[in-house]
């Protein structure tokens, strides 16, 4: 993976319809860092990576990516957003993650099959090329997904509660895959509720509840007192307020 910056969050405030989600973020995250993003339900985790990938401008505020583009991230969304209805094999949603490589309509190149397979293997879904997505359970689902990212090839990566209602078996396969890409010096952003989870395998933390509570070393951030002020900060929050208390001030 080539150097860069990383990502710079320059007093980001981020939300919708005016109302922000987000507020007030500044901060750096290093290239090649593993980064869990934690906070209680509507901190603005999601927001956050939501305005990392591009989908949503910031309200104020910029992110600036480096010398990368929005391109370069691969980005896996919550599992309650993915429409697995679609009718598709497996092998061609897995497949879609070398669309960056070859374009839309462009046509599969010698040696993708034996990526594909391989990516499938890495998630221990070898024999399943055939299988219709509706077909999988949850974990085979994110088995197959993380397929997807391993061929996007990206050196950054942002991923949703990726381990959200999975036994440990496949946490911990799909952790393997993690690690890998943090050896690799991907930068990787995970948006994670288990903090033990945390404090064993990232080696940082933004702790989030609207705004940044603490940010650096994961076993610094996720402190007893960090985690009660954010749960407190997010109990006192008005949701109905259309601006910050902050820019109001
Ligand atoms: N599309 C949207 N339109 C309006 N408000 C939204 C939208 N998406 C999220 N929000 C609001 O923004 C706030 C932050 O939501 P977000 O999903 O970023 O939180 P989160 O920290 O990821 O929460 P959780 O842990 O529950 O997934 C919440 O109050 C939520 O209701």
Redesign the pocket.
């Known amino acids: 993976m080539s150097a860069t910056s990383g990502i710079l969050l320059d007093d980001v405030t981020l ?3 005016r ?1 922000p ?1 987000v507020h007030h973020l500044s901060g750096a995250i290093g290239s090649g860092s593993l980064t869990a993003v934690v ?10 990576l939501k305005g990392i990938v591009g989908m949503l401008k910031p309200l104020s505020g910029s992110i600036g990516l480096g010398n990368l583009t929005r391109r370069d991230i691969a980005y896996l969304p ?1 599992a309650a957003e993915i429409d697995r209805s679609f009718p598709m094999a497996v092998y061609d949603l897995v497949a879609m993650g070398l669309w960056k490589r070859h374009g839309l309509f462009g046509g599969m190149g010698r040696g993708d099959s034996q990526r594909i397979g391989d990516a499938l293997g890495a998630v221990g879904l070898t024999g399943f090329e055939n299988r219709p997505i509706g077909t999988l359970s949850g974990g085979q689902t994110q088995r197959a997904l993380f397929a997807r990212l391993l061929l996007q090839n990206a050196p950054v990566i942002l991923l949703d ?1 990726p381990f959200n209602a999975l036994d440990t078996r496949t946490v911990s396969d799909l952790l393997d895959i993690i690690r890998r890409w943090h050896g690799e010096q991907r930068t990787v952003i995970a ?1 994670l ?1 288990d903090m033990d989870l945390v404090r064993a395998h990232f080696t940082d933390a933004l702790l ?1 509840a609207r705004s940044p509570v603490a940010w650096g070393p994961a076993h610094e951030v996720l402190t007893a007192e960090n985690l009660f002020k954010a749960r407190h900060m997010i109990e006192a929050f008005d ?1 109905e307020a259309a601006i910050c208390s902050r820019d109001a001030a």
């Not at 906070?39 to 956050?48: D, E, I, M, R, V």
Request: cysteine-free.
């Open positions: 939300g919708y319809a109302h989600a906070g209680p339900n509507g901190a603005g985790k999601s927001t956050l919550q509660e948006v509720h989030l949701p």
